[in-house]
């Protein structure tokens, strides 16, 4: 009898630095071992990588390109892009190609027919957690930093939205480019309207430069910020950067299913657990293919639709993993965690 062919699984790289391949080859190797012992799948998996330098600071079309590149190599599904901006673009591509593909991005408009989305943060429910927790620590008075991108006016929006339910105030509104390194001019404007806490939202190039003014300038109003705080987690000096910033991330100790995922990986929690993101996708996209009715992109598309109730590695314990008709979320529970730079090291606030 021949040998079953490997599945083509692509990988639309948009992330800053570039994706940790041997690492996510490790995830999918883990979840293909798990299928075949339990006699749920007899192939193997081929990762195709396309690198893209999308947006903000790259282009639309990089994005388009990479998407076409792996659909031309024959990918049965397509995990990524992992920024917002990126994933909007790729999700009339997906709907084109007819390709099943799996976003990472925090945006909830790039979910489509095709295009799945596992929400490593959310442009929409992210501003309501943070403006909560400033109405819990008796902030009523609020500056906004925010990017003028795609991502950052939904997050602006949403956070508008937020206040007004909650009654908060919103003394400054002072908006940068996606690319701002010199916050200077906004730390100034943000200051002058003597807020009890300043937010930022966007991807988060300018936070470290914001929360270094802040610092330059002695004591002053705590400083949170959206899922941007979560490159805290790339390297120790990113994440001294940051120090005292209270952020959104989709890590949690106390979730078991974490520990066991980077167990697994052979990585420790301070290493960064956002490795184990690698697992959640992994076992998303393979359990697409397992219960897929016919092995083609279709197949697959329905497969990801009968996946129900998977425990997941990220979010607090109890987060679970799963899809529909019509839906295309996969975190389902409390998968967004506030957290606190301290010294270095990320911390879970109550």
């Known amino acids: 009898m021949a040998t079953p062919s490997p599945v083509a699984i692509g990988v639309l790289d948009d992330t800053p630095g570039g994706i940790q391949p041997k690492l996510l080859a490790r995830a999918f190797e883990l979840v293909f071992a798990e299928l075949a012992r339990a006699g749920r799948c007899d192939r193997s998996f081929e990762l195709l990588v396309e690198r893209a330098e999308g947006l903000p600071w790259g282009t639309a079309h990089a994005v388009e390109k ?13 995990v990524g892009p992992a920024i917002g901006d990126n994933a909007l673009v790729a999700t009339p591509c997906a709907d084109a190609s007819r390709i099943p593909t799996l976003n990472f991005a925090g945006t909830e408009e790039a979910r489509s027919e095709f295009m799945f ?3 490593v943060g959310s442009h929409e429910e992210e501003p309501l957690l943070l403006a909560r927790q400033l109405v819990a620590r008796a902030a009523a008075r609020c500056a906004l930093v925010f990017e003028r991108s795609a991502i950052g006016a939904r997050y602006a929006a949403f956070f508008d939205d937020a206040c007004s339910c909650l009654g908060l105030a919103q003394v400054a509104r002072v908006g940068v480019s996606a690319g701002a390194t010199d916050l200077a001019p ?5 200051l002058g309207a003597q807020p009890d806490a300043l937010v930022y939202l966007g991807l988060g190039a300018g936070l470290g430069a914001l929360r270094a003014e802040l610092a330059r300038r002695g004591a002053g109003p705590p400083l949170y910020a959206n899922s941007s705080g979560m490159f805290g987690w790339v390297a120790p000096e990113r994440a001294r950067e940051l120090d005292g910033v209270c952020y959104v991330d989709v890590v949690s100790e106390g979730n078991p299913v974490l520990g066991d995922a980077l167990k697994s990986l052979g990585i420790a929690f301070d290493q960064g657990p956002m490795a184990a993101m690698y697992l959640d996708l992994a076992r998303l996209a393979a359990e697409g293919i397992a219960r897929a009715p016919v092995l083609t992109s279709a197949g697959v598309r329905a497969g990801l639709e009968r996946i129900k109730a998977l425990p997941a590695a990220l979010g607090r314990a109890g987060t679970q993993m799963g899809f529909g008709h019509c839906e295309r979320s996969a975190y389902k529970g409390d998968y967004l965690v506030l957290r606190r730079w301290e010294g270095g090291r990320s911390r879970e606030l109550a």
Not at 69 to 76: D, E, F
Not at 186 to 190: Q, R
């Open 66 to 78: 990479a998407h076409a590149a792996l659909a031309a190599r024959g990918a049965l599904v397509i």
């Open 186 to 190: 906004a730390a100034e404007a943000a």
């Open 117 to 119: 989305q596992l929400q």
